[in-house]
């Protein structure tokens, strides 16, 4: 079964051309149709990855980001000539997964999808569950469980616990979380990571459930009870 992508782009141009080269990877790609109607053509397509310009007609890329993290954990890739550093900040703050400056080269676009899509979907499959202490983590529906609380996340929110759930109590380095979620620096800062984990450990904060991530100065992030900070 190939994977659907939903192409939200309001270049007529840029739409045919980034078709054309996603389907001869064996890529099934839906143009949105309505820009008012986006998350209703969502909804209906189901896609396995959504690529998403900023500037659009009636309401921003970011606004229906946004809309779509309600809903859904779907990985979503931007694709934006605003590439400067608030943009790349701002597109990964409210859930995006990558972000990809115009003008790009179509082989790039092609691996970054890629990329995304493989550490998503088959990201640890092995392992289902892993658990520390209270806490446990599902992979394959991206939740963090509590007690009674289970609490929804990202794919990249999800790949990061992973890692820290991988070797409790004992620092992961920035690079190696880095190098893990993006298989690339291209675009990435250390900057955008801390942007990641700040996001995780607020949504935690708001649903009451104890932050088991701790920053490590130099080292990186420990996954430690809170009883145990460093």
Known sequence: ???????????????????????????????????????????????????????????????????????????????????????????????????????????????????????????NEHDQQVTYKEWSLELAENQLVYGDQTLSLTPNETKILALLFATPEKPVSKEVIMEKLWESEEFISKNTLTVNVARLRKKLSEQGIPSIIQTVKGKGYILVASDEEK
């Open 1 to 123: 079964m190939h994977n659907k992508i939903y192409l939200v782009e309001d270049d007529e141009m840029i739409r045919q051309t980034v078709s054309t080269a996603l389907e001869k990877w064996g890529f099934t790609v839906f143009c949105v149709e309505n820009f008012q109607y986006v998350m209703e053509e969502f909804h209906e397509i189901q896609p396995d990855l959504v690529l998403m310009d900023i500037s659009l007609p009636y309401f921003n890329g970011y606004h229906w980001c946004e809309q779509i993290r309600k809903v859904s954990n779907v990985p979503t890739i931007f694709l934006s000539s605003a590439s400067d550093k608030m943009n790349i900040v701002m597109a990964v703050n409210i859930g995006g997964d990558d972000f990809i400056s115009k003008p790009f080269d179509l082989d790039i676009l092609v691996a970054k999808v890629q990329a995304v899509l493989r550490r998503t979907y088959t990201f």
